[in-house]
Nanobody, 123 residues
Framework: QVQLVESGGGLVQAGGSLRLSCAASGRTFSNYAMGWFRQAPGKERQFVAAINWGAISTYYADSVKDRFTISRDNAKNTVYLRMNSLKPEDTAVYYC????????????????WGQGTQVTVSS
């Protein structure tokens, strides 16, 4: 089992920045690929970014590329999502997730999920 707890969400004006954190506990964190997903009201859960176990490869949705950066610190069992130039359409609950092996963009491939953290971007 892997337990995930997100933090760092909040209310920010358009153009602002936030950094989300996801603290992991349980099995060896460094063995898992990590992903960030988001879900806005009335919409399906959407892939945002992912990072492999060694933090060498990253993968982003087109909508956040060049604005968001995913990173991880395996010594701290934590994955981060730095979000810059935020837009109102980035408003959603953000979830981190873990899966064994290589990252993917499909939420159904991820085995463990956090409870989510709300990000609200005002115009």
């Amino acid at each position: 089992q892997v337990q995930l707890v997100e933090s760092g969400g909040g209310l920010v004006q358009a153009g602002g920045s936030l950094r989300l954190s996801c603290a992991a506990s349980g099995r060896t964190f460094s063995n898992y690929a990590m992903g960030w997903f988001r879900q806005a009201p009335g919409k399906e859960r959407q892939f945002v970014a992912a990072i492999n176990w060694g933090a060498i490869s990253t993968y982003y949705a087109d909508s956040v590329k060049d604005r968001f950066t995913i990173s991880r610190d395996n010594a701290k069992n934590t994955v981060y999502l730095r979000m810059n130039s935020l837009k109102p359409e980035d408003t959603a609950v953000y979830y981190c997730a873990a899966k064994w092996g290589s990252y993917t963009h499909s939420s159904s491939d991820y085995n463990y999920w956090g409870q989510g953290t709300q990000v609200t971007v005002s115009s």
